[in-house]
């Protein structure tokens, strides 16, 4: 597997199921990021981890709960999810944080989530 | 707060044809990227094409250019020579160089290339 792999693709889920995203990045990046795409509006940022440490929380619900232990892996665990929160996850990372030396995020192909 | 708008949902072209997508920000920070992405039915988004603010050439990638215009706070782009591979949803976004890592997404133009 090379880049950025999610799992899994496409997920259903009722609004009392725990359930979890995975994300893997095989680029040997430090920096990780969750978005969430939905129909009607802009793609958001979420969460942002720089060596594993959680640098930005964009106000995002509780019920959505990420988990970073190490540099390749990215987990979003979810719990009691409202049927507004069906949308498209993507995962992404890249090398560092951006600064003055641009750091490209790779993406990857998201996680189809529908709740029921 | 950092905002990105495109006001065009939806384009449609013949292949072959030059298509200009618009795109325009606004933000409170001196120093930025500014980006073009591009997003396949196959859902995975791509990077296109990235300006630095601080630049005044207007950056280029193969057939992809963009007319970056700071004081209007526009950033334009343009396709040549559009292939049907082109067909994909396409972003604006903007990123600050210091600070908060958010990248900020335009709501996206769906872009068909038809042949």
């Known amino acids: 597997e090379t880049g950025v792999t999610q799992t899994p693709r496409h997920l259903v889920m009722g609004m009392t199921n725990k359930k979890s995203l995975k994300c893997e990045q095989h680029?040997?990046?430090?920096?990780m990021y969750w978005y969430k795409q939905s129909a009607k509006k802009p793609l958001e940022l979420m969460f942002v981890?720089?060596?594993?440490?959680?640098?930005e929380n964009n106000s995002v619900p509780s019920r959505f709960s990420p988990e970073c232990p190490n540099s390749s892996h990215l987990f979003l665990h979810l719990h009691t999810l409202q049927p507004e929160d069906s949308a498209l996850y993507l995962c992404?990372?890249?090398?560092?944080?951006?600064?003055?030396?641009?750091?490209?995020?790779?993406f990857g192909p998201g996680t189809r989530l529908t709740v029921l | 707060a950092q905002t990105v708008t495109q006001s065009q949902p939806e384009m449609s072209v013949q292949e072959a044809e030059t298509v200009t997508l618009s795109c325009t920000y606004d933000?409170?920070?001196?120093?930025?990227?500014l980006f073009w992405y591009k997003q396949p039915p196959s859902r995975q988004m791509i990077l296109v094409i990235r300006?630095?603010?601080?630049?005044?050439q207007n950056a280029t990638e193969n057939r992809f250019s963009v007319n970056f215009q700071k004081a209007a706070k526009s950033f334009s782009l343009k396709i040549s020579d559009s292939q049907l591979g082109d067909t994909a949803m396409y972003f604006c976004?903007?990123?600050?160089?210091?600070?908060?890592?958010?990248?900020?997404f335009g709501q996206g133009t769906r872009l068909t290339i038809n042949p």
């Open positions: 992404a990372s890249s090398p560092t944080l951006a600064g003055a030396v641009y750091n490209e995020q790779f």
């Open positions: 680029l040997g990046h430090n920096a």
């Open positions: 981890y720089n060596f594993k440490e959680q640098t």
């Open positions: 933000t409170s920070e001196s120093n930025y990227y």
């Open positions: 300006q630095e603010a601080y630049k005044q």
């Open positions: 976004a903007s990123l600050p160089m210091t600070g908060a890592q958010k990248l900020v």
